[in-house]
């Protein structure tokens, strides 16, 4: 005999699908909460990527911000008028990299001809493309340009890094109150000279007050004389001072021009900015001053050329 067998129409038993079954099954929670120690080689890890990335973040900028312009300037042609013994000067300018912009104007050109001094009459650019530049200077020199000529051609130009991370803008410095200083003009009438000095800014808001202390007037290392400024021991409204040179006796002139008098003073700066008072020594090398005589035999005299970039140190009190 045999096990009876269910009726035919009994249900069978239902069976669950695979689908259906956990795949994981999750341990029994520990009775006891994590340690130090746990917590500590659980977060080791993300801490040491986010050090990792802070760190190559700040190398990555460091690259990027002390990078050096490399541009690149070759000599197209040369050209001499001897007529005005004015110099032009063609060249082509290879910038590699976008984040350097190149100011070609003739306020930012400073030119030299070996151990001789020039003075900058004009310059001109035109953009080839996005890495190449054309770049033209006149320029007038010191001796006789008619003579052979075998000194290095050195071109000065400025530059400023451009910063995209946090500055759209290029150029954009993030500085409260940076000042640049320049001799600007210069006139002899007689044993009388008036030099004027005018300070900018690239940054727009930057309101800028100069107050003459002491200035002298030098040739080599010869001071040929004092200052007597109509404006000392006040501060100037605006960015320009005149500096006033009296009875200043007049050196010889080979020629028309002299290349090399220099100017220093001793200047009081006020600015809007908090902390940004003090004072400046102010230097303008190598102001050349072209001399002609009037109908009256007055020896007069003129700035030659562009306006010429002064040096200077920042003091927040005499020394």
Known sequence: MGHPLPPSSATPP?????????????????????????????LTPCCGGILTFIAVWICL??????????????????????SSATWHVDFLVKSPS???LIFYGGDETAVRLGPLHAAVLNTSHARKSSSHTD?????????????????????????????????PEPGHIDITCYIELFADSVSVSSSNWR?????????SD?????????????????VISNSSSEFFGQFVTGNKIDVVFQNVVMPAVIGD????FRVQVWSAVDTHVRFGNGFLMVSCPDIPVKFTTDTAGNVMG??????RRCDYIYQKKLA
């Open 135 to 167: 770049f033209s200077v006149d320029f007038v020199a010191e001796g006789n340009s008619t003579d052979a000529v075998s000194e290095q051609l050195q071109i000065k130009l400025r530059a400023n890094h451009n910063v995209y991370a946090f500055h």
């Open 98 to 100: 976008s984040r350097f």
């Open 257 to 260: 021009v002299i290349w090399d």
């Open 195 to 203: 030099v004027g000095l005018i300070a900018t800014s690239p940054v």
């Open 302 to 307: 003129s700035l030659l050329g562009n306006i």
């Open 206 to 222: 930057c309101e800028i007050s100069l107050r003459a202390l002491k200035s002298s007037l030098i040739r080599g290392d010869q």
């Open 14 to 42: 239902s069976r669950r699908g695979w689908w259906s079954r956990p795949i994981v099954t999750p341990p029994a929670q520990p009775d006891c909460k994590s340690n130090c120690n746990e917590c500590t080689l659980c």
């Open 61 to 82: 900028g460091n690259f990027i911000f002390n990078a050096h312009c490399d541009a690149k300037f070759s000599i197209q042609s040369i050209a001499i008028s001897p």
